[in-house]
């Protein structure tokens, strides 16, 4: 309401700037004006007329065409360039003959013209012509400030439903520059119960409103999925079932998604549809990660390939929607590739974000981009919030049994155990019936592991001696996609029993049963519990679950494990 009325003020349609060097024509037009209700302002030469305008801004120029110290086409000039995006009108009047003069000034912006002598009438309508467009104009300039406050509000408002939920971490740099009021990209990031961290940039088809109503879907699935403890892969997949329904055929996502451990040192990195994600090692090597996945929202069912990497600290990761290798610059040159590149090459200590922020001002001047500019950079290391290398055992309680309990158990067979996750499935349950408490989030990470475990180890049968290096880790997940998308057979069973207990505490028993061959566990256990270098990349096992309950049983040669939580 404020930009209207300031721009409703701005300029007054009712007085008009009359400049002529004879009297007589000056007198003649005032005394027209004031007939028609208009406050006339005069003046004999064109740097008169000019102090004038910037004083009294009048709604309307009528000015003669030859004058002796500035003529009217330079006054129109300087009259236009004063009023900006306000809308002055210049009726130019004049006694010259000379049609290739009036050519000539017909780029300088005057919109009427009237060649003397001419009739009163004439001129009264042409007047009326002009301020009729006038107002118009303004009117026009009232509704697009009002809708433009309107827009920035809801913006914000869009903003914090969408964004604002973002995990702070100090390894995660986030930037965003929107082409209009709302962009089409979103940059989102969470963190799950087990303290692994998820970020992804998405980039919807075009950009503005119309761009942005499918952030908040892409958002609110995205934060359930990860809160729930679903893996990267189930994420994706529930985003495009979302999108797929809800888009219009000419919308789609195209999106980048990283998923990191929580000791920071395995990601996961899907690229569907934006340019390369750009990995650079420590010794300086850079790794493009390119899409070899279609964008979210086309397609019903998705066949998705990731990239799986281990990191090392001094590593760094660059994810950005091609609003950046596109921006325009002078002539309308892109600024391409090679100059993002450079940028890795010639890094502050301020990071990658702050040296292509500041090579894209170079670039462009100032120019209105086309497209949203959005990047996302990581360094690779520990988090913050990590959890520490120490656990202190739960001590069992002496707490009496009460009556009310419930028991919830899954089993996954075959084709079902590589499309489905029981720990999620569970841990829904047990939030919903229990209540979202922070008592609760060992258990996820409890069943993680023990989940994880009787996949990977016993129904796939892969080694954990494989992931005693960085290739060999890579080589186990290689091994692990080819085995899950090949499983027919085998099966895994996910029980919980939650019993309710004296002075307030809980009891949760967790058994999981697989169709493996089992393991030694006297030999893991120890292996695990020597923590060495060399095994520094096969995970925190079955020490940190120990770690994490009251007690852990394995029975059947390991193929079933019974684990015990209390509450405090």
């Given at each position: 309401m404020l930009a209207t009325e300031t721009h409703r003020e701005t300029y007054?349609?009712?007085?008009?700037?009359?400049?002529?060097?004879?009297?007589?024509?000056?007198?003649?037009?005032a005394r027209l004006a004031q007939q028609m209700g208009l406050s006339p302002i005069t003046a004999s030469g064109g740097e008169e007329a000019l102090e004038l305008f910037l004083t009294h801004r009048p709604g309307l120029v009528i000015t003669d065409l030859c004058m002796q110290d500035m003529d009217g086409i330079e006054l129109t000039r300087r009259v236009k360039a004063a009023a900006g995006e306000h809308f002055i009108p210049v009726i130019l009047a004049t006694s010259s003959s000379e049609d290739n003069l009036i050519e000539e000034s017909l780029g300088v912006g005057w919109d009427s013209f009237i060649r003397r002598p001419f009739s009163l009438s004439l001129m009264k309508g042409k007047i009326n012509s002009m301020l009729r467009f006038a107002r118009m104009h303004?009117?026009?300039?009232?509704?697009?400030?009002?809708?433009?406050?309107?827009?920035?509000?809801?913006?914000?408002?869009?903003?914090?439903?969408?964004e604002q939920a973002n995990v702070?971490?100090?390894?995660?740099?986030?930037?965003?520059?929107?082409?209009?009021?709302?962009?089409?990209d979103v940059v989102l990031s969470a963190r799950r119960l087990d303290g692994e961290l998820?970020?992804?940039?998405?980039?919807?088809?075009?950009?503005?409103l119309t761009t942005a109503v499918g952030a908040l879907p892409l958002s609110e699935t995205f934060r359930a999925m990860v809160n729930k403890g679903y893996d990267s892969r189930q994420i994706l997949e529930q985003i495009n079932l979302k999108l797929r329904r809800l888009l219009p055929v000419n919308m789609f996502l195209a999106l980048a998604m990283v998923s990191?451990?929580?000791?920071?040192?395995?990601a996961t990195i899907w690229n569907l549809g934006l340019p390369d994600v750009l990995l650079q090692r420590r010794d300086g090597r850079i790794e493009p990660i390119p899409s070899e996945n279609p964008p979210l929202g086309i397609l019903n069912s998705l066949g998705l390939t990731a990239f799986n990497t281990t990191l090392s600290e001094g590593d760094r990761l660059l994810m950005y929607s091609d609003g950046v290798i596109e921006a325009r610059g002078e002539g309308e040159e892109l600024f391409g590739d090679q100059r993002l590149l450079d940028c890795f090459c010639n890094t502050p200590e301020t990071g990658l974000i702050e040296c292509l922020k500041h090579s894209l001002e170079q670039f462009t001047q100032g120019r209105t981009q086309s497209d949203d500019i959005s990047m996302i950079e990581f360094h690779a290391g520990p988090a913050e919030t990590s959890s520490p290398a120490t656990f202190s055992p739960q001590a069992p309680s002496n707490a009496e049994v009460l009556s009310g309990a419930w028991r919830w158990s899954l089993e996954l067979k075959g084709p079902d155990l590589a499309n489905n996750n029981p720990v999620a499935q569970a841990m829904s349950h047990l939030l919903e019936t229990e209540g979202r408490d922070s008592c609760w989030d060992p258990v996820f990470t409890i069943l993680t592991e023990l989940y994880?475990?009787?996949?990977?180890?016993?129904?796939?049968?892969l080694k954990s001696s494989l992931k005693h290096s960085a290739e060999g880790f890579m080589e186990y997940f290689q091994q692990r996609e080819k085995r899950l998308s090949n499983l027919n057979t085998g099966s895994i069973q996910v029980s919980l029993q939650l019993t309710r207990m004296s002075q307030g505490r809980r009891r949760l028993d967790i058994r999981i049963i697989d169709s493996g061959p089992?393991?030694?566990?006297?030999?893991?256990?120890q292996r695990q519990a020597q923590g060495d270098d060399e095994s520094r990349l096969m995970g925190r096992g079955i020490t940190l679950v120990s770690s994490l309950c009251t007690s852990l049983e394995y029975f059947d040669?390991?193929?079933?494990?019974?684990v015990v939580f209390e509450t405090a």
């Open positions: 007054s349609l009712s007085h008009v700037l009359i400049v002529d060097d004879f009297d007589a024509n000056r007198t003649l037009l303004h009117k026009t300039m009232q509704l697009m400030a009002a809708r433009e406050q309107e827009e920035q509000l809801a913006e914000q408002l869009f903003s914090r439903a969408v702070k971490d100090h390894r995660l740099h986030l930037y965003k520059q929107p082409a209009a009021t709302f962009s089409g998820f970020f992804l940039l998405g980039d919807f088809t075009g950009h503005g990191v451990s929580a000791d920071g040192r395995i994880v475990n009787a996949l990977d180890h016993g129904v796939l049968g089992g393991f030694n566990v006297n030999e893991v256990m040669r390991g193929t079933s494990v019974h």
